[in-house]
Each structure stands twice: as structure tokens, then as C-alpha cells.
């Protein structure tokens, strides 16, 4: 079996990605902080575990590795915002360093998965494409693209390098998020029957499901790689571009019962549609549209199989985790707690 190291392994897009490549007859190595717990991955003789932090890895974790798959960050702007340094720490140069690990090791291909967000937001009527200039606006963005430069530089005749733009992704995944533009719209409006959305919903987005994404991820494992070798593909698909004024109205239509959409602020101009017929022309294709991703959610709230957390929100689980850090800190003498040594 061919084995992918896949960092970042026990997050929002890790955890639907390794059940992925495990039907598709990979074994996994999952190398993660877990700052979201352990116990979400595939139980399988194919799966090996590792907890470790990417600004630490080792040339150990690159044995036997013929495929990265980089996923592991500090994920969405407010996060990177508030824990810059170490946003530029580990989503720049900690994925530039798993990169020439793995080039040294003599790994096959790597791939970084980034984010449309580096485009930022450009002028009315652009539809973004691979050569369009990028306008990174938020230390998240920016450490993206670092990234990219970084990691895409690194590709040769016997390492090939892909860089995936992602668009803003939705749906289930075993690690929750409901910090995202479709999955928080879902759930506010099935707790409380209001939709908020700020003026005047003429705004573009891209969205991707997450199972889609991580299909792309695991497509690039076996692209030609004369066609896709140190190149950059936007994931996502035309279907998936939305105004968020209609895209209220599909959430608000799919969730069960009366929902309002109500509007507030002053008119957002910041808008972006990106172009994905790069990926498309290689056989690629998104399976899933919003109607889906509410769906399935939906299904699962109705069922009390999921709710909103502070662990759902990712930003709000890493202050909590800070304040842990700072009271065990405070507390903890001769090597423990309530047990000491």
C-alpha cells in the first residue's frame, strides 16, 4: 500500500479526507496537534496516529511516506488575526519545512491545499482565475500565499508540488466547525428562525462541501503530473459560486419551518468569483451543492446527533485552551495537580 502523510489530520477537512484515501486503498499517516481530540479519526490497522506539532517534524515522519498532504494551520482570519506570529510560524514556514522534508526524503508528490481567500476581493465583474493578481488581506491569507511561493519553488523533475486554492468550504465533517459562512447560516436559522445577512446580498462567494475538497485532495494524488506539477488549481465549481443574498434564500428554504432572513449594516462592496475550469478540464468534478450541506446538517441537529459548541468554533476553542494552559500553569507544583511526585 502506498501510505500518505497527511498533516493537519485530525481537523474540519483532515477527518473527511483520511476515510477517503482509506476506501481509495492508501494507508494514512495522520500527524496532528489534536487540538480537537483524538478519537475522530477511522479506527483501522491502515491508520497510524502521531501527535506532533508541524514546526517540530522530524525526518522520522517522512519514513516510508510516498504522498503529503499539508493540511495542518491555524485555521480562518480571525484565528490568524489573533495568533499571528504563530500563524506565519506554522501555515508559511512550518509548511515549507514538511515540504523539503519530504522532498529530501524522496517522497513523490506534495500537496498544499490553500485557500481562495488569497485573492481577496477584486473588481466587479472578475472571475478569479489561477493568473489572476492576488490581493491577500489578512495574516491568514497572506501566510497562504507565503506558502505557496515557499513550497511550489521546491518542485523538480522527481518532486511534484500542487497548490489547491479552496474555496470557503461547508457541510459535516466529524470535526464540527459551525465558524463557516453556510454551516453557522444553518444552524442560526434552525435554532432561532432568523437568518442575519448584511446589506444588500449581491455579494460573491465561492464555497466548496468538504467532501469535495478532500476528493480533490486525494485527485492529486494521481494527476498526470506533467499537467499539474508546480502548478496552482482553484478547487471549488461554478455551481458553488454564490451571491449571498440567494444563498440566504437556499438556507432559508431548506431548513424545516419559517425562517427570516434579516438584513443589517451598511452595503458590503467586498466581493469575489473565482473561475475553476483549470481543475474541471483534469476530470474533476464538485458532486455537492449548498442545498446539500444544509441538508445533511440539517438531518443531524433534528436528530441531537450534533449541536453547537465552543469546540465548533474555532477560535473560541483556542482561547479556551489558552485559559486552560494559564490556570493548570498557575496550579500545577512538583509535577502535578492533585497527584504530585
Not at 294 to 301: G, S, T, Y
Request: hydrophobic letters at 40%; a negative charge.
Amino acid at each position: 500500500m502506498e501510505r500518505v502523510l497527511v498533516t493537519g489530520a485530525g481537523g474540519y477537512i483532515g477527518t473527511v479526507l483520511v476515510p477517503i484515501l482509506l476506501e481509495q486503498g492508501y494507508s494514512v499517516r495522520a500527524l496532528d496537534r489534536f487540538f480537537f481530540g483524538q478519537g475522530l479519526l477511522p479506527q483501522s490497522d491502515h491508520v497510524e496516529t502521531i501527535q506532533e506539532d508541524i514546526r517540530h517534524i522530524k525526518m522520522e515522519h517522512m519514513k516510508d511516506v510516498d504522498y503529503v498532504i499539508d493540511l495542518a494551520a491555524l485555521s480562518n482570519d480571525p484565528s490568524g488575526e489573533l495568533f499571528q506570529d504563530a500563524t506565519r510560524a506554522i501555515n508559511h514556514i512550518g509548511r515549507v519545512k514538511v515540504a523539503a522534508l519530504a522532498k529530501e526524503a524522496g517522497v513523490k508528490r506534495y500537496i498544499l491545499p490553500s485557500s481562495c481567500s488569497i485573492y481577496g476581493f477584486q473588481e466587479e465583474g472578475v472571475i478569479a482565475d489561477e493568473k489572476s493578481p492576488t490581493n491577500p488581506l489578512t495574516t491568514y491569507s497572506k501566510a497562504n500565499e507565503m506558502a505557496e511561493e515557499g513550497t511550489l519553488a521546491l518542485a523538480d523533475d522527481v518532486f511534484c508540488v500542487v497548490a489547491l486554492r479552496q474555496a470557503t468550504v461547508y457541510g459535516f465533517s466529524p470535526r464540527m466547525r459551525f465558524d463557516l459562512a453556510i454551516n453557522g447560516m444553518t444552524f442560526g436559522a434552525w435554532k432561532t428562525g432568523k437568518l442575519p445577512l448584511m446589506r444588500d446580498g449581491s455579494q460573491w462567494r465561492p464555497m466548496i462541501h468538504v467532501q469535495d475538497t478532500a476528493r480533490a485532495q486525494a485527485f492529486m494524488l494521481k494527476a498526470p503530473a506533467d499537467k499539474v506539477n508546480g502548478q496552482i488549481f482553484n478547487v471549488g465549481s461554478e455551481r458553488n459560486n454564490y451571491q449571498l443574498g440567494p444563498l440566504a434564500e437556499i438556507v432559508a428554504k431548506t431548513v424545516p419551518g419559517d425562517v427570516e432572513i434579516e438584513w443589517y449594516g451598511d452595503p458590503d462592496h467586498r466581493s469575489y468569483r473565482v473561475n475553476f475550469d483549470k481543475i474541471v478540464a483534469l476530470g474533476y468534478a464538485a458532486k455537492y451543492g449548498a442545498e446539500d450541506g444544509v441538508a445533511e446538517l440539517i438531518e443531524k441537529l433534528e436528530a441531537g446527533t450534533l449541536d453547537k459548541t465552543t469546540k465548533t468554533i474555532t477560535l473560541d476553542w483556542y482561547r479556551e485552551l489558552v485559559k486552560f494552559q494559564e490556570i493548570i500553569h498557575q496550579t500545577e507544583m512538583h509535577g502535578g495537580l492533585i497527584d504530585i511526585s
